[in-house]
């Protein structure tokens, strides 16, 4: 079943779809493969929990996502005694992960588990296992892109330029209201936030609320003037910090995120 189709209730995120298959056009072409993805279960992400939690790049990257490295790893042990931590590395696992990962963490005696999904970057969770830049990018995308601030149930689509985020055209028919691109880097210091609104779209509603001022993640402007043109699943690639100035060209200095998702609603 396809992760990339979210269900998403604040505090909670449900997930599951079709298999997606071959034939990609637009995406990178090393990222193109077949692709069976089993179903993610339940989740939870708030954003109180992504700003406020004791996580820190130094614990969360200086393992690899195994039992036995994070067991190891007293920074982190420390970091998953706060609860809004675990509830960021549930999502970081499932991002990260394929379908069928599964860790068990001792903290004080409790253990707790945590479930892979989509696997935006599964080679970190090997013995040795590191997340790179890339990694990073993925994974800040994905965690970024499953927030919430309404208090409904709200099937998305996650798409953008990985064979894992592949869609069909059965899933393109059914979610065709684009909402906007995801991207950052969570694990900076400090984090990064961002996103871009579809050129159709005025509001990020499902994430920042009634107002984009006090939103969780900083809105660039339209992805049509943060981002390269879209692909031929509406994913748009590329997007960047600041919006092309009067001249079409990003400002100096506006750095590039090519690990952007991009949210479809039905």
Request: a negative charge.
């Amino acid at each position: 079943m396809d992760l990339r189709i979210v269900s998403v209730l604040w505090p909670s995120i449900l997930l599951a779809s079709q298999v997606a298959c071959v034939g990609v056009q637009g995406l990178e072409s090393d990222d193109v493969g077949e692709v069976d993805q089993p179903a993610l279960g339940s989740n939870a992400l708030t954003s109180n929990a992504l700003t406020s939690n004791a996580l820190t790049s130094n614990a969360l990257l200086s393992s690899a996502l195994t039992e036995t490295a994070i067991a190891s790893n007293a920074t982190m042990i420390d970091a998953l005694r706060d609860p809004l931590s675990r509830e960021v590395f549930k999502y970081i696992v499932s991002c990260a992960l394929p379908g069928g990962a599964h860790l068990d963490v001792n903290v004080d005696g409790v253990s707790y588990g945590f479930d892979g999904g989509l696997g935006l970057h599964g080679g970190w969770g090997e013995t040795g296992g590191t997340c790179d830049e890339a990694c990073k990018g993925w994974v800040s995308a994905c965690v970024l892109a499953r927030l919430n601030y309404l208090g409904t149930p709200v099937p998305l689509s996650l798409r953008g330029g990985k064979s894992e985020l592949y869609a069909g055209a059965t899933e393109q028919a059914e979610y065709t209201v684009r909402e906007g691109a995801y991207y950052g880097d969570i694990f900076a210091d400090p984090p990064v936030y961002r996103a871009c609104l579809s050129p159709e779209q005025v509001s990020l509603e499902r994430v920042c609320g009634p107002s984009l001022d006090d939103c969780v993640v900083t809105v660039v402007g339209s992805c049509s003037a943060a981002c390269d043109a879209p692909r031929s699943d509406g994913s748009f690639p590329h997007c960047h910090d600041r919006p092309r100035d009067t001249t079409g060209g990003f400002p100096s200095g506006a750095i590039d995120y090519p690990s952007a998702i991009t949210v479809f609603e039905k």
